[in-house]
């Protein structure tokens, strides 16, 4: 699982972040080759997962944003054994950790608002070792040297990715890729 993500981000850094069911078909029908599903509940996520795969694309879902499911061991047994994302996104570490454990393809989700976040992110990091890191907001090069020089993690940079230049400033800074739920950004 792991190789296949490393390949196919490395192959096509933009990730489809859907924030909005609406929007899932768009995501497909893009140049993307991952998604980002940061919307769903328990009754529409199978559905949603099986979409994207047969596009043969990879979907990695958001726990923290799925509604529906408890933030533990149990749903993220159901979410592995029943529905097969390609992984997870978490801001949780204990999430992080459970979904290494039942060997879960795991993106940590760091909100980066001040030092005093980033030096927790990449305590949080180090601790938990997770497969990649989201980086959020994707807008700060400075801040995504820094994680990757201090845990020599994977970075994805998320959030505020508006344009190109965006895009090109993020991995020029060490980002192995940039998801946005910006339309114009999937086509790039």
């Not at 529409?44 to 944003?65: G, T």
């Not at 907001?137 to 998320?158: C, H």
Request: proline fraction near 3%.
């Amino acid at each position: 699982m792991k190789d296949t993500f490393f390949q196919r981000i490395q192959n096509n850094p933009i990730i489809a972040a859907v924030n909005d069911v609406n929007c899932l078909d768009e995501a497909i029908d893009s140049p993307a080759d991952m998604v980002f599903m940061l919307t769903g509940n328990i009754f529409n996520l199978a559905e949603m997962v099986e979409r994207v795969k047969a596009a043969d694309m990879q979907i990695y879902i958001h726990l923290d944003l799925m509604e529906g499911f408890s933030r533990d061991a149990m749903a993220m047994r159901y979410i592995g054994e029943r529905i097969q994302p390609h992984g997870i996104i978490t801001t949780k570490s204990n999430l992080i950790k459970i979904a290494r454990e039942m060997n879960i393809f795991a993106i940590q989700r760091l909100f980066i608002l001040d030092s005093l976040s980033l030096e927790t992110g990449i305590k949080s990091i180090h601790a938990n070792r997770p497969d990649a890191v989201e980086v959020l907001p994707g807008i700060m090069p400075k801040v995504i040297r820094q994680v990757r020089a201090e845990t020599k993690a994977a970075v994805i940079a998320g959030g505020l990715i508006n344009d190109k230049e965006d895009v090109i400033e993020s991995l020029k800074a060490g980002a192995i890729g940039v998801s946005s739920s910006n339309q114009a950004i999937w086509s790039l």
